[in-house]
């Protein structure tokens, strides 16, 4: 870990903490031929996903952007998409749209379910103390009737449950209510984007690491974008991937933000994709071009302005296959 994450997180000493995750909503496709379709259209094989185990995917464009990042999470009558907030009423539209003749059912969960995020040393144990054994593989799931666990992380999960339990569980666990930045520092420095309004349609996956992180097949099949996104991996053709870095908090640096190279300090070249308050600063995941990472050439918010400071690699390995 970089020197200065001695700042990480509170939970990582230690004890649990937990928030309430806002940035997060829930779509739910069910139906007999909601594996086959969601198959067809994501980025990763949900043909074979074993019903205890939750996958990254993406949804992408014709020309192999991102529309949309997803925690895909099966459940009793289907599967429930995990995805930012801000783009769940247009996506779950827009997939709605592909369904066609398919027996397949895509409706908003908000009022079914609700993401908290739970972190920390005694993490498992506090999962156990509700009734959910805690899994011990990555993307893992562990669930009862009304709650769905996903360790997304070596000591973090993510939790799904009713918006009503979710809002008391910090009472049943006695865990430690952190802010949900806390929750985004920590996805941050796992190397996990969310892709969101402000950075829609703007990435193939490769840029932010999706392949890396477990979330693109690259044998499934054909899915919207898919010969694009084939193509960028196999020819080589990605000029900018996705890095971590640190950065003044003064900056206001947000996602969708233009970054410079001192390369074309008058042309845009990188773009800030999350962020999260970090010990007086911020920390970021940012996509920058690979050349400029090469040749260690400053990285700026704007052109002449501050440089952002890239940092270790994201220390999360990708999960191992089911």
Known sequence: MHASDSTALRASAGGVSLAR?????????????????LHAQLTNDIAHLAPDRACLAGWCSAKGRLLASFWVVPAADGFLLVLARDLAAA??????????????????????????????ADAGAR???LGIAPADALHAISATEKRIAVRVGTAQYLLLAPPAEADTLGGELD???????????LEIRSGRALITQATQDQFVPQMVNFE??????FKKGCYPGQEIVARAQYRGQVKRRMVRARAPANLGLRPGQDLYSDEAPDQASGTVVNVAPAAGASE???VVPIAALERKT??????????????APPSSPPPSSP
């Not at 539209?93 to 379910?113: C, G, H, N």
């Not at 990285?299 to 002449?304: D, E, Y």
Request: aromatic letters at 8%; zero cysteines.
């Open 91 to 120: 996506i779950a539209k827009r997939l709605a749209m592909f369904v066609l003749r398919a027996k397949v059912k895509i409706a908003d969960a908000a009022d079914a379910w609700a993401a908290v995020g739970l972190w920390g």
């Open 175 to 185: 865990g430690a209510q952190e802010g949900e930045d806390e929750w985004s520092l």
């Open 284 to 286: 970021l995941l940012a």
């Open 212 to 217: 890396t992180a477990g979330g693109v097949d």
């Open 21 to 37: 995750l806002t940035r997060y909503a829930v779509i739910s496709v069910s139906g007999p031929e909601a594996r086959d379709f």
């Open 127 to 129: 999962l156990a103390a």
């Open 298 to 311: 400053p990285i700026r918010s704007a052109p002449g302005g501050a440089a952002i400071e890239v940092l």
